[in-house]
């Protein structure tokens, strides 16, 4: 069974830190490119970070670069969303996805979803 499951969300302050993981189970991850995407309440789902297959190259978008950094384990077969100088407006469900087409922004080309893991950015 293809699964994807998201961890290491929470509730932080802000300016805090969070490590987000997302873990593969009956597929390597090495396959795939890696996007991390968000939602919060009432708004689009929104594109985060990605990752290309071998890692070399990575996106992001722009309200997150320079404080997010995304990373790949292919011994833990996982991909990280290390996220720090968190703000308020971080505050959403932040779900990993995989892509075998493109690392991309875009959410059609990704064909496996995790279930999201919340993350609430509030003093």
């Known amino acids: 069974q293809v699964q994807l499951v998201e961890s290491g969300g929470g509730l932080v302050q802000p300016g805090g830190s969070l490590r987000l993981s997302c873990a593969a189970s009956g597929f390597t991850l090495d396959a795939y490119a890696i996007g991390w995407f968000r939602q919060a309440p009432g708004k689009e789902r929104e594109f985060v970070a990605a990752i290309s297959w071998s890692g070399s190259s990575t996106n992001y978008a722009i309200s997150v670069k320079g404080r997010f950094t995304i990373s790949r384990d292919s011994a833990k077969n996982t991909v990280y969303l290390q996220m720090n100088s968190l703000k308020p407006e971080d505050t959403a469900v932040y779900f990993c996805?995989?892509?075998?087409?493109?690392?991309?922004?875009?959410?059609?080309?990704?064909?496996?979803w995790g279930q999201g893991t919340q993350v609430t950015v509030s003093s």
């Open positions: 996805a995989a892509s075998s087409r493109a690392y991309s922004s875009v959410t059609q080309l990704y064909d496996y």
